[in-house]
């Protein structure tokens, strides 16, 4: 069955910092791969995904991710966080196709600090 | 701008009562999923519709709720009765499978329910 961990429940990094959210995941085959972000009282809105190809991914907002496929994983970095990238972050898998529905991971929540 | 669109975005209740939240998809997409959203379990997928037939509902409690799609542009999730352990954010999402698909989700910004 696949699954998607995100070992860190809580991250605290200064403004500026920078920032690696980590993902690891479980599937029988390479899976797409996503990472989304949910700002307080919001829905959640993508960032990036990654179906193929070049293994390192850019997304909107300065952030990237590399897929690792010898580590299972899919981590999140973005080079210098800014105060308003606090919120919750979700990497999520699904199955290589399209049209599935997403298995999420239980999210990593981000606080930047002056 | 295509959004998915929820209703109610808070809503409260007592025990007992019916809940229905309604959801109107992003024009054109033909894969509707509900979400629920708790602090304990994350992201739990309830049930999901491909071209307003249900696909999967294994996640959701069958006594008492209840997914339909009355046509292409209305999803409705319902709770009868509704249990304060049903306490939680409830999630649309559509997406668009196939050769023009990209797997991605674009989510409602969620109907808040509190059973007191």
């Known amino acids: 069955a696949q699954s998607v961990t995100q070992p860190d429940i809580h991250i605290t990094v200064s403004e500026g910092a920078s920032l690696e959210l980590r993902c690891n995941y479980s599937?029988?085959?390479?899976?797409?791969l996503f990472w989304y972000v949910q700002s307080p009282g919001q829905g959640l809105q993508l960032l990036l995904k990654?179906?193929?190809?070049?293994?390192l991914v850019q997304g909107i907002k300065g952030f990237e991710a590399e897929f690792k496929r010898s580590q299972s994983s899919f981590n999140l970095r973005k080079p210098s966080v800014h105060w308003s990238d606090a919120a919750e972050y979700f990497c999520?898998?699904?199955?290589?196709?399209?049209?599935?529905?997403?298995?999420f991971g239980k999210g990593t929540s981000l606080l930047v600090t002056p | 701008d295509a959004r998915v669109t929820q209703t109610p975005r808070d809503k409260v209740t007592e025990m007992g009562q019916e809940v229905t939240m309604r959801c109107q998809p992003i024009?054109?997409?033909?894969?509707v999923f509900w979400y629920r959203q708790t602090m304990m379990q994350g992201l739990e997928l309830l049930a999901y519709f491909r071209n307003r037939a249900p696909l999967d509902d294994s996640g959701m409690p069958k006594d008492r709720f209840s997914a339909e799609m009355p046509d292409a542009t209305l999803a409705t999730l319902k709770i009868q009765p509704s249990e304060p352990r049903d306490s939680a954010v409830y999630f649309c999402?559509?997406?668009?499978?196939?050769?023009?698909?990209?797997?991605?989700?674009?989510f409602g910004e969620g109907s808040r329910l509190t059973v007191l």
């Open positions: 999520a898998v699904g199955p290589p196709h399209s049209g599935y529905a997403l298995n």
């Open positions: 024009l054109g997409h033909n894969t």
């Open positions: 599937y029988g085959a390479t899976p797409y």
């Open positions: 990654y179906f193929s190809g070049d293994t």
């Open positions: 999402a559509s997406g668009l499978p196939g050769t023009s698909g990209t797997g991605e989700l674009f």
